[in-house]
């Protein structure tokens, strides 16, 4: 337990409320922006649980599939609540032996100011290395960057030479998965959410952009473009599916209709999730970070202040508004 004064303070505590539950777009009026008083941090007597105090959240597209009554997958958020999401902080308080008042930490925690962690319910990591960002721990060092690298290596096995499509390519997943195809040695095009939407054929896009077709795609997007994508695919190609961001805000989601593909084209198509791979998190941290502090990999963030303006930043996030990783600061280091 700590016993510094900061942990006998009582402090007022600033929320972003989940309303109800939604259908369509996302709107900034789904969420509410609070202020609890009378918060002590200070973790319960013989408990386990750890106090944080926020300082990077993070926003992503998933969270959108909380925002309904079921995803079937993942539990959705509670109306009354703060919502939750990946996010950086500093401990406060621990009645956990792996966790001391001063450590940084990313995993899941409250959209507010301060949250009461329950380990090991809770997904948290210790950070142990500081000579990077603290906000890169919600995108590259966190979450999104096991992602990439998961979809891209473990699920894809790139060989250099291949031809590489990604989707939602300037996002906080695939501006990564295109560079990581880059150290590879492959041919790499992205799409953003405006291209996608601008361009009337996305078939013909494809064929122009890949005449020998694609080995490898990276699917963000879903609906029309894993359509056009499957007619593209090489014999043997191989698609890692990471989301369907087109479709999380549909009442019925959009029917693929080129599957026969998928046959003639012996396309391995796989799902994956990014917990599957988080016990590999030391080898994914010696990839990453000699890639970072060598220059070799760049990661932009699209940053907002303040833990009031994050509902219009993670509603922006369907309607392509941000460029890079969506982050928003509640605190100073």
């Known amino acids: 337990m700590a016993d510094g004064s900061d942990t006998e303070a009582v402090v007022s505590n600033k929320q972003v409320i989940f309303n109800d539950y939604i259908s369509g777009f996302p709107k900034e009026s789904d969420m509410s922006i609070i202020t609890t008083g009378n918060l002590k941090l200070k973790v319960p007597p013989a408990s386990q649980d750890i106090v944080v105090k926020n300082l990077y959240l993070s926003c992503d597209p998933y969270m959108r599939l909380l925002m309904k009554t079921s995803s079937g997958i993942f539990s959705p958020y509670t109306p009354g609540s703060p919502i939750t999401g990946f996010g950086v902080g500093k401990v406060m308080d621990s009645g956990h032996p792996e966790f001391k008042p001063g450590d940084l930490v990313w995993g899941i925690t409250g959209w507010e100011q301060y949250s009461l962690l329950k380990v090991p319910n809770n997904l948290l990591f210790k950070i142990q290395h500081t000579d990077v960002p603290l906000s890169y721990y919600t995108g590259i060092l966190g979450m999104p960057g096991v992602t990439a690298y998961a979809g891209f290596y473990e699920v894809c096995s790139p060989k250099k030479g291949e031809y590489v499509f990604v989707s939602a390519a300037s996002g906080a997943v695939g501006q990564l998965v295109g560079q990581f195809a880059k150290l590879v040695g492959c041919y790499v095009v992205g799409s953003a959410g405006t291209q ?90 010696d990839f990453i970070l000699p890639c970072i502090r060598e220059g070799k990999i760049k990661y932009v963030e699209d940053i907002v202040e303040g833990l009031e303006k994050g509902p219009a930043a993670l509603v922006g996030l369907f309607s392509g508004r941000n460029v890079g990783k969506q982050i928003v600061v509640v605190a100073p280091e």
Not at 233 to 251: E, P, T
Not at 264 to 282: M, N
Request: charged share 20%.
């Open 196 to 285: 996608e939407k601008e361009e009337p054929d996305l078939n013909a896009a494809l064929k122009r952009c890949f005449p020998q077709g694609i080995d490898i795609y990276f699917e963000n997007v879903g609906g029309k473009m894993l359509d056009a994508v499957l007619l593209n695919m090489r014999i043997h190609g191989r698609i890692a599916v990471c989301g369907f961001v087109s479709q999380y805000n549909l009442a019925e989601p959009e029917g693929v209709h080129n599957l026969m593909a998928i046959v003639y084209k012996r396309v391995r198509v796989q799902g994956f999730a990014a917990s599957d791979y988080y016990p590999q998190y030391s080898k994914f941290l």
